[in-house]
């Protein structure tokens, strides 16, 4: 069974900076696409990054790029997302997601193209 465990939100001030952790169990990680997304209260969870199976293909959405990294360890099973420059925007529910077919990139930015989820971290970002 996939078991997606995220980890590392928390409260930040504008400006200040956040490592996520998405911790992968259940099966072999490094041919499986990865995304982060995220959700805010009253809001539709949104696409923030993906990466593909190698790590070598990131992908981000306009509000982050520039200030999150996506990347992936595959010796740890282990999915990161380094979040520098927050703002009080960014607060939401970060949800880490993977696909259920190997090798496949597809749509990235779509939420039907994930089959597993974690439970979510939360990140507050005060002004």
């Known amino acids: 069974q996939v078991q997606l465990v995220e980890s590392g939100g928390g409260l930040v001030q504008a400006g200040g900076s956040l490592r996520l952790s998405c911790a992968a169990s259940g099966r072999t990680f490094n041919i499986y696409a990865m995304g982060w997304f995220r959700q805010a209260p009253g809001k539709e969870r949104e696409f923030v990054a993906g990466?593909?199976?190698?790590?070598?293909?990131?992908y981000y959405a306009d509000s982050v790029k520039g200030r999150f990294t996506i990347s992936r360890d595959n010796a740890k099973s282990t999915l990161y997302l380094q979040m520098n420059s927050l703002k009080p925007e960014d607060t939401a529910v970060y949800y880490c997601?993977?696909?259920?077919?190997?090798?496949?990139?597809?749509?990235?930015?779509?939420?039907?193209?994930?089959?597993?989820w974690g439970q979510g971290t939360q990140v507050t970002v005060s002004s």
């Open positions: 997601a993977t696909r259920g077919r190997p090798y496949y990139s597809g749509n990235y930015y779509n939420t039907d193209e994930y089959d597993y």
């Open positions: 990466i593909d199976w190698s790590g070598r293909s990131t």
